[in-house]
Structures are given as C-alpha cells and as structure tokens.
Nanobody
C-alpha cells in the first residue's frame, strides 16, 4: 500500500516560515505528480503546488513567490518551504501523489499563522 507521512506543521507568527515534509513509502522517481493541497474551515480543498512529470511546477497564485516545492528522490520525500506566511495561509495541508493513475493522500498537518 502507498503511504504518505507528513510532518512540519505548527504555529507560527505572520511573516515566519515553516517547512513541510512528506515521506512516501514508494519510489517517487517516476511518479506522475506530487504536491500539496490545503483546506481551511468552511473552504474546499485547494491546490497549493504540484510537481508533474518532467519537473513542471505549478503554484497557486496566492502562494507564488513565497512557497517553494521540492523533492529528494533518494529519500522519497517532498517538501514545501513556506516563507512570509500570512494568516490566510492557515489550513490543514495535505500531501498527495498520483502513482500509476491513482491518487494517494497524506494524513494532513495543521498550519496556523497568527497575526
């Protein structure tokens, strides 16, 4: 079974930084896509950033210039570096991969940004 284990969430003041990690139980070298979504209370889950085949990266407009997605193939781990955090970034962040045509999700990690 494919498992994704997230870590790195927490409470931070506005303007601060956090780095989220997502460790996969399978090789991520040749996956179709790997990335991050988030969901705030009362809102739908939304795309934050995704890395697709060929290393094409897409970011939500709201995080461009502040967030950076990356991965370490040797560790089967993806990262989301979040800088200049804003209160509106507060949400549960979910790692996901598309692997052989199926979607897999992490357990979610809470990010809270205080004013």
């Amino acid at each position: 079974q494919v498992q994704l284990v997230e870590s790195g969430g927490g409470l931070v003041q506005a303007g601060g930084s956090l780095r989220l990690s997502c460790a996969a139980s399978v090789s991520i070298f040749s996956i179709n896509a790997m990335g991050w979504y988030r969901q705030a209370p009362g809102n739908e889950r939304e795309l934050v950033a995704v890395m697709r085949s060929g290393s094409v990266i897409n970011y939500a407009d709201s995080v461009k210039g502040r967030f950076t997605i990356s991965r370490d193939n040797a560790k089967n781990t993806a990262y989301l570096q979040m800088n200049s955090l804003k209160p509106e970034d507060t949400a549960v962040y979910y790692c996901y991969i598309r692997f052989y045509g199926n979607d897999y999700w992490g357990q979610g990690t809470q990010v809270t940004v205080s004013s």
